[in-house]
């Protein structure tokens, strides 16, 4: 997945499943050195199974502050680092890669409902926005899910390329 990803679904609509099949597939296809994913879970928690998986960086839930701070800190700073590195390839990161024996992995970040991220973590919410606009020709995706339509603001919305909905009320 190399553009950003919502998922919107009701509570047993099926979302962590189709995270879950995503993630899989993902490790499946590809070594842990093309893929690094970061999964904040703020859902049922049930994507913490792939904690200690080779491409899964970490794993967190709503209690985990120092962890969910240290994540904002490690995709600022390489966004930043990438933003300078792929400056001579027009700031892309696949034309890049193609380009350099230093490859650089897809960084995929999971927020599993993003509502209760918002309200756990409402200053770090707002430092995912350039995130959210900027990552994926850096390298940094998001799939993100939300369990009402009002999960996400408009504004945020419009940097998915790729929005699925299961069921809704």
Not at 14 to 30: A, D, P, R, V, W
Not at 69 to 94: C, H, I, M, T
Not at 107 to 128: Q, T
């Amino acid at each position: 997945t190399d553009e950003n990803t919502l998922i919107y679904g009701n509570n047993e609509s099926g979302k962590e499943m189709f995270i879950s099949t995503i993630l899989y597939s993902l490790m499946i296809h590809h070594h842990p050195k093309e893929v690094n994913i970061y999964i904040a879970d703020f859902g049922a928690e049930s994507l913490t199974v792939f904690n200690g998986m080779p491409h899964v960086g970490d794993t967190m839930i709503v209690s985990d502050s120092d962890k969910l701070l240290g994540l904002v800190k490690l995709l600022n700073k390489e966004y930043q680092k990438r933003k300078k590195k792929f400056v001579d390839y027009a700031g892309s990161f696949v034309e890049y890669n193609q380009n350099n024996e230093e490859k650089f992995p897809l960084i995929l970040v999971v927020l599993n409902s993003i509502e209760g991220f918002a309200e756990a973590y409402s200053r770090s919410s707002d430092m995912f926005d350039i995130l959210y606009r900027d990552g994926a020709k850096y390298g940094i995706t998001f799939i993100v899910s939300t369990s009402i339509s009002s999960g996400i603001r408009l504004r945020v919305a419009q940097n998915f390329t790729n929005k699925v909905c299961l069921r809704m009320s």
